[in-house]
């Protein structure tokens, strides 16, 4: 089984769509994409996520299927106003020299009191349970293959949901994942797992952050936030 991971193109959050430069982006990543074999197409229930499925559906001429739990994260810390961005938060432990590796991450100051930490779980645990009904039942740190399946499939999403998910397959933290795959927008990662029935399995990377169809639309800002 293969997942590709796609992150929305250029937003308008405030009306949750793409921008004038969001659908030349998506529209690149589709042209990128046309000739993948894609079995199934799933978005987040976010404007700017199923905007950007809609190109590349377009060419598969497939359906989207709206996924509520792969909508982007919400950030900040419980009880206040204060906004802490995940990727600012990675920036300022490197630049404190605090690792970014550390694996009890989710009890530091800055994620146990934060309403991310709540969503990050909620998210994962969602995924768990999606991922199972195509024979890929959570099992400790893996994956128990639990039926035959060689399905490529396309989720389309968010950097902080999508993140939230590599981190947790990955079995690294979050905000290692944060400053190693800070996903550029429509930028494609791809992950595989071994189909034979009865083992466990963990993900293997085929592609990471790759956004070279839209280096020539949007040299400014790849990134976002």
């Known amino acids: 089984m293969k997942i590709i991971f796609v992150r929305h193109g250029h937003p308008d959050y405030k009306k ?14 589709a042209e990128r994409l046309k000739d993948e074999q894609v079995d199934k197409i799933f978005s987040s229930s976010c404007g700017r996520a199923y905007e950007t499925a809609k190109h590349i559906a377009l060419r598969h001429n497939m359906e989207i299927t709206q996924l509520d739990f792969m909508r982007e994260i919400d950030w900040g ?3 206040t106003d ?17 690792s970014v590796m550390n694996v009890d991450w989710q009890n530091t100051s800055e994620y146990k009191d934060s309403t991310f930490l709540k969503n990050y779980n909620k998210v994962i645990k969602a995924f768990d349970d999606w991922i199972s009904s195509f024979g890929l039942c959570r099992e400790g ?16 999403s968010h950097g902080g949901s999508s993140s939230a998910v590599l981190a947790h397959i990955l079995n ?23 189909n034979k029935i009865g083992e466990l399995t ?12 839209i280096e020539k639309i949007t040299a400014e800002n790849m990134y976002g936030k």
């Open 16 to 29: 949750d769509c793409l921008t004038e430069i969001g659908h030349p982006q998506a529209e690149a990543a």
């Open 77 to 79: 810390m419980r009880g």
């Open 82 to 98: 204060d906004f802490i961005h995940p990727w600012d938060c990675a920036d300022e432990w490197i630049a404190n020299g605090k």
């Open 141 to 156: 740190d893996y994956y128990r293959v639990t039926k035959e399946n060689s399905d490529t499939i396309m989720l389309v």
């Open 172 to 194: 690294l933290p979050f905000p290692f994942i944060c400053q190693t795959i800070r996903p550029c927008f429509t930028a494609i990662t791809v992950v595989s797992f071994k």
């Open 202 to 213: 963990a993900p293997k990377l085929e592609l990471v952050n790759d956004a070279r169809h």
